[in-house]
Nanobody, 125 residues
Framework: QVQLVESGGGLVQAGGSLRLSCAVS????????MAWFRQAPGKEREFVTA????????RYADSVKGRFTISRDNAKNAQYLQINSLKPGDTAVYYC??????????????????WGHGTQVTVSS
């Protein structure tokens, strides 16, 4: 059974940093895309960033470019999200996701078949 478990969320002041981790078990995704999405209260889940397996090609939402960095460690079957210069607007539950197939549009919700339960990030002003 595939499990994705996020960690690293918390309450931080604006301008602060966090590093989110996603530990994967039950299957390897070394050649599949992995991503982070987030969902704020009353809003739809939105794309944050993704990284392809193999090439390591990355994509970022415009709102996080230059502040967020995605990475992965295939040997550990894990991915990470370094978040810097946090803003109150970044407050959300952050979800780790993994794709089931290789040929996907990595910025779309539908590309991902496996999801974690999320980790809360709260940014105070």
């Amino acid at each position: 059974q595939v499990q994705l478990v996020e960690s690293g969320g918390g309450l931080v002041q604006a301008g602060g940093s966090l590093r989110l981790s996603c530990a994967v078990s039950g299957r390897t995704f070394s050649n599949k895309a992995m991503a982070w999405f987030r969902q704020a209260p009353g809003k739809e889940r939105e794309f944050v960033t993704a990284i392809r397996g193999g090439s390591g090609d990355t994509r970022y939402a415009d709102s996080v470019k230059g502040r967020f960095t995605i990475s992965r460690d295939n040997a550990k079957n894990a991915q990470y999200l370094q978040i810097n210069s946090l803003k109150p607007g970044d407050t959300a539950v952050y979800y780790c996701a993994a794709a089931k197939t290789i040929r996907v549009v990595i910025t779309t919700l539908g590309a991902y078949a496996y999801w974690g339960h999320g980790t809360q990030v709260t940014v105070s002003s």
